[in-house]
């Protein structure tokens, strides 16, 4: 069996198969809104690579400039005026998550990497299928990401990954695909849809509408 792939070597394969899809979009569909709340595909592709080229003291003026809970706004801000060209070309030269994403072994970037590819094809109504061990080890990690805020809204559930070898928690049960749960967990009330189970009613309940980063 084949050892399975270090985190951040995942985290650049999800960079690079996004960068496919952003080379496929229109001017329209770059704009469109993305599933963060405020945000447009070309925003979350920008926030994606937006700490690669930070170091200590980057990251720390980052902080300062957006007051802590708005620093990911503060450095889409400072990607917001780039041509999507640009952008492209910029995304291009930062497969690899290096700086804060490249945190944890590169699972910062893969965790985030991931969610955001999702944030902006189920925007765009174009579904693909996550490679398995990328989902698996993404959606292990979602329950406890302090940042995602997923174990508020699981606590007392029950998540069944019916294509994957995965289940979290203990309570009343809430199944469906692994991509969906991951979603669904991490604030994103579009998967709702996709899940079933007597937990719905509960996390359905504890997805906000604020926004989802």
Not at 60 to 66: A, P
Not at 128 to 150: E, F, K, Y
Request: aromatic share 4%; with cysteine.
């Amino acid at each position: 069996m084949n050892a399975p792939k270090p985190a951040i070597a995942m985290a650049r394969d999800e960079r690079s198969d996004l960068l496919d899809l952003l080379r496929t979009l229109s001017p329209e569909q770059w704009n469109a809104p993305s599933l963060c709340r405020g945000w447009s595909v070309k925003d979350v592709a920008a926030h994606m690579i937006s700490y690669d080229d930070l170091g200590i003291g980057g990251i720390v003026k980052r902080f300062i400039k957006g007051r802590v809970v708005w620093a990911n706004e503060a450095g889409v801000e400072e990607y917001r005026p780039l041509s999507t060209d640009k952008l492209l070309k910029i995304f291009e030269q930062r497969l690899t998550p290096t700086g804060l994403t490249a945190g944890l072994g590169g699972m910062i970037g893969l965790v985030d990497g991931t969610i955001h590819h999702q944030d902006i094809r189920r925007a765009l109504d174009q579904p693909r299928q996550i490679p398995s061990d990328r989902l698996a080890t993404v959606i292990a990690a979602v329950p406890s990401n302090p940042r995602l805020g997923a174990h508020k809204r699981i606590k007392g559930l029950r998540l069944v990954a019916d294509d994957l070898d995965w289940t979290h928690g203990q309570g009343q049960e809430l199944r469906g695909p692994g991509e969906a749960i991951m979603m669904a967990v991490s604030g994103r009330a579009h998967a709702l849809s996709d899940l079933s189970g007597p937990g719905l009613p509960i996390l359905a309940g504890r997805v906000d509408t604020q926004r989802a980063t």
